[in-house]
T-cell receptor, first 113, second 113 residues
Framework: DAGITQSPRHKVTETGTPVTLRCHQT?????MYWYRQDPGHGLRLIHY???????DKGEVSDGYSVSRSKTEDFLLTLESATSSQTSVYFC????????????FGPGTRLTVL | GDSVTQMEGPVTLSEEAFLTINCTYT??????LFWYVQYPGEGLQLLLK?????DKGSNKGFEATYRKETTSFHLEKGSVQVSDSAVYFC????????????FGKGTHLIIQP
């Protein structure tokens, strides 16, 4: 299994509070991704990174920001959490863009009350 | 834009039955195609992939063939087991670059003894 961890694994927070989720990899892969999983929607891309300090928006980026200060860590921040951001968040990594085979972390379940 | 369509289920089968989960796609260029599996409470695991037309991906008794003429990538298994119960996602990435995966909504498979 690819070395990907996510923290925290579960979090309950209140509307309007800031939340940061962390993805850590030990594979030294260049590309990292944040997805959210919601019933009836499958997984949707939030943001991705193609190198240290290089990030771009995905399909559902509103209300989220990301940072990548070193290869192994990719942070997802909800500046002011809303109930619509209650979801399961998955981080993924990829070594190459040739076929973009991605490996996923275990997920973080976030509940915004 | 790119899209993936798959049957959502739940699909309920008896042990040792033949499995087919349909997946069709719309994409620009020549996408790579993937099947991922998600067991309860876990992240996504790559099950198999195909990167060009007529390629057949296979793993753990599962197979899928990249059919460009019908834009399909149907998942099949000859004899399912109770342990195959999970949610299966069809996904694609089109072209090169660091783009994220485009997922179908997932198919919940239930195998009864």
């Amino acid at each position: 299994d690819a070395g990907i961890t996510q923290s925290p694994r579960h979090k309950v927070t209140e509307t309007g509070t800031p939340v940061t989720l962390r993805c850590h990899q030990t594979e030294n892969h260049r590309y990292m991704y944040w997805y959210r999983q919601d019933p009836g929607h499958g997984l949707r891309l939030i943001h991705y990174s193609y190198g240290v300090k290089d990030t771009d928006k995905g399909e559902v980026s509103d209300g989220y920001s990301v940072s990548r200060s070193k290869t192994e860590d990719f942070l997802l921040t909800l500046e002011s959490a809303t109930s619509s951001q209650t979801s399961v968040y998955f981080c993924a990594i990829s070594e190459s863009t040739s076929y973009n085979e991605q490996f996923f972390g275990p997920g973080t379940r976030l509940t915004v009350l | 834009g790119d899209s993936v369509t798959q049957m959502e289920g739940p699909v309920t089968l008896s042990e040792e039955a033949f499995l087919t989960i349909n997946c069709t796609y719309t994409a620009t260029g020549y996408p790579s195609l993937f099947w991922y599996v998600q067991y309860p409470g876990e992240g996504l695991q790559l099950l198999l992939k195909a990167t060009k037309a007529d390629d057949k991906g296979s793993n753990k008794g599962f197979e899928a063939t990249y059919r460009k003429e019908t834009t399909s990538f149907h998942l099949e298994k000859g004899s399912v087991q109770v342990s195959d119960s999970a949610v299966y996602f069809c996904a694609l990435v089109a072209g090169g670059g660091a783009d994220g995966l485009t997922f179908g909504k997932g198919t919940h498979l239930i195998i009864q003894p």
